[in-house]
């Protein structure tokens, strides 16, 4: 950490800087130059808070300079981490994995039409909702149990991993035999207690960006499954809140090569729920499988128009199979599969 005192500080304020560094556990180097004295504090304090130093007497500014997640940081496995399955499934290597499938499970027929789509056009994954966090209660809310025996079904008829969200603790018992990927969504990314409870298990976690967190707020998530002995972790972008109305979300597709610079975590780019409209959800794709994105998360209904949620923004059948399409040409031009 750097802490550049301001020029006419005194040396009393110097000096009640260092002793507060210190007191922190860090151990402080002092450069006084002609004009101002910079301190370099070394070693990084457990939940430090930079504005306990930047309100002192005295202080002009205070850079972090390591970062507050340890785990997730890409020091931690600069190679990369490669979070792998018992079929032979790898997401965070050279081929790029592709999740799809309906927002939420409204039916066997719905379900597993999809699935013998998205498993022929190339997908290994089957996403799809048992439990719907909506922000209407009186939205469809999700078929429990049933929808999630559905997955398990359907994802072994096709030969896909099944990934689902988890909206509480007391849904994980109850989904881990159906299950290969716990997601947490955007509205849980901060959910600690959830986080924590992830942590303890051995299934692999994909954890979606919320919609107003800052990038470090999302590795800090990463961090809490991690810390507890959870290493198969992935990231993903899914659109952040903003001013612009034109789209659902603003997808942050410059958040990828920024996560996967500052994480060795798999970074997965949902440009479904990053525009919210079907007809962006290509453009998208190819830009995030461009961006270095290790895999894609779209939702697919056999008759979108008719979904029982997320309609506007899911593809129809022919539109994911030019999706996958586009997605093999684009990773091939950055030296990747699909």
């Given at each position: ?93 050279k081929k790029i994995v592709v999740m799809a499938g309906p927002c939420s499970v ?102 979606k960006r919320g919609i107003a967190a800052t990038i470090e707020e999302l590795l ?119």
């Open positions: 950490m750097i802490v550049a005192m301001q020029e006419s500080a005194k040396e009393e304020q110097i000096q009640l800087v260092i002793d507060r560094l210190v007191s922190l556990g860090f151990e402080v180097h002092r450069s006084t130059g002609a004009r101002q004295t910079v301190l370099g504090g070394v070693g990084v304090p457990h939940d430090f808070d930079t504005r306990e130093v930047e309100m002192m007497p005295g202080v002009q500014e205070v850079h972090r300079i390591t970062s507050p997640y340890k785990l997730a940081g890409r020091n931690f496995r600069p190679e990369g981490t490669v979070v792998k399955f018992t079929n032979g499934i790898e997401i965070g290597g409204e039916s066997k027929e719905q379900l597993f039409t999809v699935s013998e789509l998205i498993a022929k056009a190339g997908a290994r994954v089957l996403r799809g909702g048992a439990f719907k966090p909506r922000s209407s209660p009186y939205s469809f809310q999700g078929l429990g149990l049933d929808g999630l025996k559905l997955l398990r079904e359907a994802g072994d008829r096709f030969k896909l991993l099944v990934i689902s969200e988890v909206m509480e603790i007391s849904q994980i018992e109850l989904m881990l035999p159906y299950v290969d990927i716990f997601q947490v969504g955007a509205r849980n990314m901060q959910n600690f207690n959830l986080l924590r409870e992830a942590g303890k298990l051995t299934t692999p976690v994909m954890i800090l998530a990463a961090e809490y499954v991690m810390s507890g002995g959870n290493f198969d972790v992935m990231l993903c972008e899914r659109g952040i809140r903003t001013f612009e109305t034109a789209t659902r979300n603003t997808m942050d597709v410059s958040a990828i090569p920024v996560v996967k610079k500052l994480s060795h975590l798999p970074m997965i780019g949902d440009p479904s729920h990053g525009t919210g409209r079907r007809d962006m959800v290509l453009p998208m794709a190819r830009a995030a499988v461009a961006a270095g994105a290790d895999g894609l998360i779209v939702e697919v209904h056999p008759d979108p128009d008719h979904a029982m949620s997320d309609g506007a923004q899911t593809l129809t059948p022919p539109q994911f199979t030019e999706m996958m399409q586009q997605v093999r040409a684009v990773a091939a031009a950055v030296g990747r599969s699909a």
